[in-house]
């Protein structure tokens, strides 16, 4: 009796450290998989909310008015200069065009909006085959500001090869993903967080009701193969008529206090 009681504790002690792993398992991977997500969908969402948002912005004035912007839909019309684009190539490419409006005479435009991508264009000149963001598609005449800091000292560089080149002047470089719709990015971010949050946290549930199904089947089989009736209980109770059951699993004085 002792050592079948040693076998369910032992047992017992197995299904409680596998729990134990479960649940660890279970924090890493919301960890992990939630830094992921709020990295790659969340945060620019919130940095991109947390900035102003303008409409029929000019694109040849000067830009220290719109410092604050995360969102810029310009006049229709306005498009990327790509006859005036730069690329600056450290390790990767980076391009940079400016955006200008056409009913600004030439003499008069600043040149402090760029639309900005990485690898599109040559990094030598002239440019023939600058194709960052949305330029190609002629409803596109909007902005979103580049959050990113690391790759932001390049593109400076390469708006001062451009300045240098086109002897032009950028005295507030702003720089931008040139796209038609800032709202549906921002809005797919978002939709894309919570959908993999939903896709992560269902995934976990059939994970888990899968391993507990497994590890309850498999400690089943074992405490089986340990009771001395695995033979049969009802052929053990014919073999062993003298055997009290309940006062081997420790019945015995709930059993006397109800008789009493």
């Known amino acids: 009796m002792g050592r079948r009681r040693g076998q369910v504790e032992s047992a017992h002690g197995r299904w409680l450290r596998l729990l134990c792993i479960f649940c660890i398992?279970?924090?890493?991977?919301?960890?992990?998989?939630?830094?992921?997500n709020y990295t790659s969908n969340l945060l620019?969402?919130?940095?991109?909310?947390?900035l102003n948002y303008y409409t029929s912005v000019e694109a040849s004035k000067s830009g220290q008015s719109h410092i604050d912007?995360?969102?810029l839909m310009f006049k229709a019309g306005s498009f990327v200069q790509k006859k005036r684009a730069m690329g600056v190539k450290v390790s990767q490419t980076y391009c940079v065009a400016p955006i200008v409006d056409p009913d600004v005479p030439e003499e008069k435009r600043e040149f402090d909006y760029w639309a900005v991508g990485m690898d599109c264009c040559s990094s030598v000149q002239p440019q023939d085959e600058w194709s960052c963001g949305e330029v190609d598609n002629h409803l596109a005449y909007a902005g979103m500001r580049l959050m990113?800091?690391?790759p932001r000292p390049f593109y400076r560089m390469a708006v001062q090869?451009?300045?240098?080149?086109?002897?032009?002047?950028?005295n507030h470089p702003i720089f931008?993903?040139?796209?038609q719709d800032p709202a549906a990015k921002m809005a797919s971010w978002r939709e894309n967080g919570m959908r993999f949050f939903l896709e992560c946290v269902f995934s976990f549930f059939v994970l888990m009701f899968f391993l507990a199904c497994s590890a309850g089947i498999y400690f089943s089989r074992a405490f089986?193969?340990?009771?001395?009736?695995?033979q049969g209980f009802y052929k053990y109770?014919?073999?062993?008529p003298d055997h009290d059951f309940l006062s081997e699993e420790g019945h015995s004085s709930i059993t006397k206090r109800i008789v009493t």
């Open 25 to 36: 398992v279970a924090w890493v991977l919301g960890v992990g998989l939630g830094l992921m």
């Open 44 to 50: 620019p969402f919130y940095e991109m909310s947390g």
């Open 69 to 71: 912007a995360g969102r």
């Open 148 to 150: 990113e800091e690391a």
């Open 161 to 170: 090869e451009a300045e240098a080149t086109y002897k032009i002047k950028a």
């Open 176 to 179: 931008l993903r040139w796209m």
């Open 224 to 230: 089986s193969s340990s009771h001395p009736c695995e």
């Open 237 to 240: 109770v014919d073999a062993n």
